[in-house]
């Protein structure tokens, strides 16, 4: 008899996190599971959520969600979960939620895990705990696995590719152009927790030589995290700074939607990991921001994705001209592999 399954999963108000979830939810082969979430959600993310077969539990409830994990298989990834901004209430619920799926016969797997540099005594004190649940430790990049080394030094670890790599049909598929409508789609992330942030030189450079490059462009700001105080603080920030540009904003939960201006970039400028992969699964041509983080690099790099430094004031002209040129074949076959390499979280 299957085991039930519970999905610990991101932030859901983050849309990269939520496409992470729907592909566990697709994986499950029309079994859906429990979802562990923390804080409330909009409906549209919740309905999204149902549609897929996740039921949400509350995660605050903690000797409550800890009873339902009771023999279960707890999925713990992907996406950038390991990290020093969790509170430690949070922690004991997980912990206490992988505790109760063992002791009735369930394990705790991983999948395609980013792991940050984890500096608190008490948060190593638990994700010590935590992760030390698990047979083998699935991370999705290098740095990751370094990380994981300074938590637990003689864990077993498996290095393979970010989830969303593995196409699951919850993605933007790829569609060659020409394509419908010609979008300059500008994805930020600022995230005061790990230094990272978007707005600089390097990126009203980027921006001004693509608006020359693609005359008639449709510029959009895609909120990946569309709350107040996250991507649609930077997005007003970013549409008076270019007050002489028509700029528009996509700041909805719905991810098809958000996946539609993807199909449909003509140029993807982005310093969010998921912003990149969305682009390379549509096969739009992208540029990265190189905010101070290995996480951009860990994608753009096998992908030859051009990435300027975010304190670079030089003419960006020419690296706008290699993003729009990039080579369509090799990038398809970089995908493919990855995508082989990604298939690698769902061993045990």
């Known amino acids: 008899m299957a085991r039930r399954l519970v999905f610990v999963c991101g932030d859901l108000h983050n849309l990269g996190d939520l496409k992470l979830l729907l592909q566990n939810l697709a994986l499950s082969c029309g079994a859906g599971g429990l979802v562990r979430r923390w804080a409330a959600l909009p409906p549209e993310i919740e309905r999204q959520v149902a549609a897929a077969g996740g039921e949400l539990i509350a995660g605050r409830r903690i000797l409550g969600c800890a009873r339902r994990c009771y023999g279960a298989e707890i999925v713990f990834g992907g996406g950038q979960l390991v990290r020093d901004n969790v509170s430690c209430a949070a922690l004991f619920g997980l912990w206490l939620a992988v505790i109760s799926a063992r002791l009735g016969g369930g394990r705790l797997t991983t999948r395609g895990l980013g792991i940050s540099r984890i500096r608190s005594a008490h948060h190593r004190f638990w994700w010590r705990r935590i992760l030390g649940a698990a047979k083998t430790i699935h991370v999705r990049d290098t740095a990751s ?8 030094p003689n864990k077993d670890c498996a290095v393979h590719a970010d989830m969303v790599l593995l196409e699951t049909g919850t ?41 020359t490059a693609l005359p008639g462009v449709h510029v959009v700001i895609a ?12 997005a007003a920030r970013l549409v008076s700074r270019w007050s002489d ?9 719905d991810l098809e939607a958000l ?27 992208v540029i990265a921001v190189d905010d101070g983080t290995a996480k951009v690099r860990s994608v753009a790099d096998p992908f030859a994705v051009p990435v300027r430094a975010r304190d670079d004031t030089g003419d960006a002209r020419a690296q706008v001209q290699q993003a ?19 298939a690698g979280n769902l061993t045990v």
């Open 171 to 211: 993605g933007p598929a790829v569609e060659a152009p020409p394509r419908a409508q010609a979008w300059l789609v500008i994805a930020p992330c600022a995230d005061g927790s790990e230094g990272r942030s978007f707005e600089g030189a390097a990126t009203d450079a980027i921006v001004r030589a693509a608006v």
């Open 245 to 253: 540009l028509k700029i528009g904003v996509h700041d909805g939960y």
């Open 259 to 285: 996946f539609r201006l993807y199909r449909n970039a003509a140029l993807v400028i982005t310093n969010r990991l998921h912003a990149l992969i969305f682009a390379i699964l549509a096969d739009a041509p």
């Open 223 to 234: 909120c990946h995290d569309p709350r107040a105080h996250m991507d649609k603080a930077v």
């Open 324 to 342: 729009l040129a990039y080579d369509r074949a090799a990038r398809q076959s970089v995908r493919e592999e990855m995508a082989r390499r990604a």
């Open 145 to 152: 696995t370094e990380n994981l080394k300074a938590l637990l």
